[in-house]
């Protein structure tokens, strides 16, 4: 090989690298912009509802306690945190006080946080605000003493329904009375109505039909997925990113015995589980919020209608899980 070949060859092997290296680069640049704004920077602060178990009126006290733990081990495995909020008129029952408020204390013993959802669900929209409020109060008695008893204080409030009031100044009033009451409001902006689910999952569960649990749970992670899918793209137009997202689910048997693979679903998408305090700081929390309506709805719906963009096109709920939850005996209501 002459001098001439060699140094003809190592010139090529340099043009050859640096044009690898060029489109190496390309392909980067092509990529990393949707690297950027995917895995790894999403969070999500999970919410639990409807304590200490959203059907807890057809459950005794030893299935509430045998449902709590097994959620509950799930979340602990998982370092979730989470934030359940609780009725307290759940907890009164015959005979069934003391293992009912050990359900609760539970959620504090694995080293979760209790917030207040009314004593018993009441709706804003439903009743009087002067007796809306005396729920308030009265839903703080139990679970303020085991708060204190794990060296906490409570600091959340979820509305019941969801409802924030059919007027301004009813909603501006009632948020004025929980705010002197030392609370923070715990909004939601991601819901896949695991409540519709969970009457029909659980009177398949009870009366053994895997084939149906299954068909539910498959159905409830695929409408999870389509509502993520939609509310990430809104979040998007609406503010320009994707805040930190609040999730709410609610306690019983689907997700006790499900909330692993919610959990896998969510990760997969970019999902950091973070808690509730750190999803509150985010900005999109502090935006003009002038919602008010008959039916209660995310946050996100509240921002967008708020600005005049009412959402459009959502993702429609499976019906034949509508038609199933209608066929029962115990119709569900909304949480
Ligand atoms: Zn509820």
């Not at 030893?62 to 759940?90: C, H, Q, S, Y």
Request: cysteine-free; charged content about 25%; overall charge negative.
């Amino acid at each position: 090989m002459s001098g001439l070949q060699t140094n003809y060859r190592a010139g090529f092997m340099r043009r050859t690298l640096a044009k690898y290296f060029f489109i190496e680069m390309l392909f980067l640049i092509a990529i990393l912009p949707a690297n950027a704004q995917n895995p790894a920077q999403r969070g999500i602060a999970i919410t639990i509802d409807d304590l200490p178990a959203a059907g807890a009126n057809s459950m005794t006290g030893a299935e509430i306690i045998e449902m709590t733990t097994k959620l509950l081990r799930t979340l602990r495995d998982r370092k979730i945190p989470v934030v359940g909020f609780v009725n307290e008129r759940k907890l009164y029952k015959f005979g069934e006080v003391d293992d009912r408020i050990k359900a609760l204390s539970m959620w504090l013993d694995y080293g979760f946080e209790l917030g207040n959802h009314t004593y018993s669900h009441a709706s804003l929209n439903r009743v009087g605000l002067k007796e809306w409020e005396e729920e308030v109060v009265r839903g703080e008695t139990v679970t303020s003493m085991l708060l204190a008893q794990h060296n906490m204080k409570m600091r959340y409030f979820r509305h019941p329904y969801l409802d924030t009031g059919r007027d301004l100044q009813t909603r501006r009033q009632a948020e004025a009375f929980l705010v002197e009451r030392g609370y923070r409001i715990a909004p939601i902006t991601m819901d896949a109505w695991d409540w519709m689910y969970a009457g029909v999952y659980e009177d398949a569960r009870h009366r053994a039909d895997t084939a149906l649990e299954q068909q539910l749970v498959t159905s409830y992670l695929t409408y999870t997925g389509q509502v993520f899918d939609y509310y990430e793209k809104f979040s998007k137009n609406l503010m320009g990113y994707e805040p930190k997202q609040i999730l709410l689910i609610h306690g019983n048997w689907l997700e006790a015995d499900h909330i692993g693979e919610l959990l896998d679903l969510l990760h997969r998408r970019g999902y950091e589980f973070v808690t509730l305090q750190d999803a509150l700081g985010d900005p999109a929390y502090s935006m003009p919020d002038e919602y008010v309506g008959e039916e209660g709805t995310s946050w996100l719906d509240h921002w967008a209608i708020t600005r005049g963009h009412p959402p459009q096109n959502t993702p429609v709920f499976p019906q034949w899980v509508i038609d199933k939850a209608n066929a029962l005996p115990h119709q569900p209501t909304q949480p």
